[in-house]
Structure formats: structure tokens, C-alpha cells
């Protein structure tokens, strides 16, 4: 015979984060994922799909998966925004070492010189 308020909190998702109706995915590639490009199973909300990393992906690259976010209140969805990050390996073997190093020796590319 009266009104009842619920509050209502959601949980956070352990693979995505939501900005209104679209949906962020945090994308980890190895450094060479990133320079060559690579084929990518990734979550949605409606299970796996393959995605196609182009060479020389960058950091912070948002890729737009479109209607693979949260349904809309007018029947649209949302997109799944794809955010490219790039690890490192934490430690090298000795191999791995000195190829990184002769990487280092043969390639031009200076991230803080700007062309």
C-alpha cells in the first residue's frame, strides 16, 4: 500500500567498461602484435568474435566494433570500442635480450624525435 524505491548498483564488469551504451575493451598486444599486425578472438557481450589487428597498431587506437555495445532505450545498441594498449614482456631471456638488442641497433625509429 505504499511506493518502494530500490537502489540499484551494478558491478563492474571484469572485461568491459561502459560510457552510457557503448562498451570499452582493453586490448593488450605483445610489441610485435602491434608492428605486424595480428588476428585477435576477443569478448563481447554475445560471445567471442575475431578481429583483425592492421600493422602498426599504436597505444591508445580506439578500434568501433559498431552495434556490439548496450541495447539503447529506442531499440539501438551501443558500439564496443576496442583500446589498444601495448605490453612489454616483465623479464627477457637471454635470446630474447639480444634480439631486442640488435632490433635496437638496425632500426631507425626514435619515438621522441617527431618528423
Known amino acids: 500500500a505504499g511506493d518502494l524505491y530500490l537502489r540499484i548498483k551494478f558491478a563492474k564488469h571484469p572485461?568491459?567498461?561502459v560510457r552510457g551504451v557503448d562498451l570499452y575493451y582493453d586490448l593488450e598486444l605483445a610489441p610485435w602484435e602491434a608492428v605486424l599486425g595480428a588476428k585477435i578472438t576477443m569478448p563481447t557481450v554475445e560471445g567471442s568474435v575475431s578481429l583483425k589487428i592492421g600493422p602498426g597498431a599504436t597505444a591508445g587506437q580506439q578500434l568501433r566494433l559498431r552495434d556490439k555495445g548496450l541495447p539503447a532505450k529506442d531499440?539501438?545498441?551501443g558500439d564496443l570500442f576496442?583500446?589498444?594498449s601495448i605490453q612489454v614482456p616483465p623479464e627477457a631471456s637471454?635470446?630474447?635480450k639480444a634480439l631486442w638488442e640488435q632490433l635496437a641497433r638496425?632500426?631507425?625509429f626514435n619515438?621522441?624525435?617527431h618528423s
Open 15 to 17: 572485461d568491459f567498461w
Open 75 to 77: 531499440g539501438k545498441r
Open 82 to 84: 576496442v583500446v589498444v
Open 94 to 96: 637471454g635470446e630474447e
Open 106 to 108: 638496425k632500426s631507425g
Open 111 to 113: 619515438p621522441r624525435k
